[in-house]
Structures are given as structure tokens and as C-alpha cells.
């Protein structure tokens, strides 16, 4: 349901317009040039991320305007939308699962780049000569976590640049199975199925049945027995 009232909020943005009629016929859009006129742009792109998942048509999305243009109208909406809920999550999630396959078969085809048996893609940028770390392992890495649309929600820079130590078996699968790939001095990019990173639960800013891609950098290996310096959080199951 929280995702409905998003979309509500994204589709009442995207025909504003409709809530007056008389402003709609001479208003017209300019580069924001006031801290009011940034304001309001901000929000309509911060809103816009929010559809993108949908993946609409241009024709789809002549018919989402007309849907709000009419309810805040005075024009009778002819179904009720209410109706239809079920089918926008399925819709939702349809988009969403076809752009992820089409993200991974892209990803897999890059030059130096293997897909695993479990899905993820993993591509060495830098091979490493060190140890090689086994599930049991503290690791110390520099990383960046990005969504498909390249944006950045989290990193080893957010957390003053200093890097992070954790153990390989309490973090997500595609952390667990591909940080064990590399060797010590090594950097890879992992790009991870949504199965193997936080699922339909999604995880603060990172939405529900999200592809992920990691860029990782191996730093050092500590085992079990030796002593750990305290680091934030790494990306935990």
C-alpha cells in the first residue's frame, strides 16, 4: 500500500497541471532559477525514480495523466480504480522483473565478466595476489554499492573513506560467494539477482526486488582468531 500512495503522489505531480485548468492553458515550464522553482524541480525528480520502475510507454503513460487529470477533474472516471490494484503491483513487478533479466544478460556479456551457477556476475577489474578468503574469514574492503540507474546508496567513502571489516559469512549471499573469488589487492564489480541481495524486503533506500552492483576492492584478510578493530556495518543479510 505504501507503494500505491508513492505512485499517487508521483502521477498527481506529473499532470499538476490538471489541478487547475485555467493555469494549465499558460503555464509553462522553465529552468528553475528561484530556491522555490528548485524546490518544486527537486520533487518532481526525486518522484520521477519512484516510476521509473513501472517502465511505461509513452501511451501508458497518456492514459496514467488522463487517470489523474480526470479524477481531480470534472470529468466521471469511467472504472474504479480501486479495482485495479492488484494489477498495478502486478504490473509493477513484471517491468520490474524484465528490466533486472535484461540488466543481468547485459551484464554478463561484458568483456571479463562470469556469471556463477547461483546467477551472480562477477568481473575482476584488478586480480589480486594475496590469500583468498574462505566463508569464516573477517574481511577489510573498500566498496560502493549502486542500484541499475547508478545510484550510489552506499559506500566505504559514506563512512569517512576508512574501510570496513566483517565476516564473510554474515553478510548477503552475493557478497559471501563473490568476495570469495577474489585475492588479496584484487577489485571486482559484483552485479547481484535481487534473491541473493534483499529480496522483496528491500533495505532502506534500496527498494524491494532490486538488481545490485558492488564495486569491491579487497584489502586484507583477518582470521577468525585474530583481533578485530570495530567497522561499520557492512551489507548484512
Known sequence: MKKLTALSAILCTLVFSACNADAAKTAKATEPTTEEQKTAYSLGLL???????????????????????DGLGETKPTIKAEDYLPKIQALQQERMAAAATAFLDKA?????ATKTASGIIIKHTVVGTGAQPVPSDEVKVH?????????????????????????????????TEGVQTMKVGGKAQLTCPSNLAYGPSGNGSIPPNSTLVFDVELLNINKPDAKADAKPAAPSK
Open 143 to 175: 566498496y560502493e554499492g549502486r542500484l541499475v540507474d547508478g545510484t550510489v546508496f552506499d559506500s566505504s567513502k559514506s563512512h569517512g573513506d576508512e574501510p570496513i571489516s566483517f565476516r564473510l559469512d554474515g553478510v548477503i549471499p552475493c557478497w
Open 108 to 112: 554478463a556479456k561484458e568483456p571479463g
Open 47 to 69: 518522484i520521477s525514480r519512484s516510476l521509473k520502475n513501472f517502465e511505461l510507454k509513452p501511451d501508458e503513460l497518456a492514459l496514467v495523466q488522463k487517470g489523474i487529470a
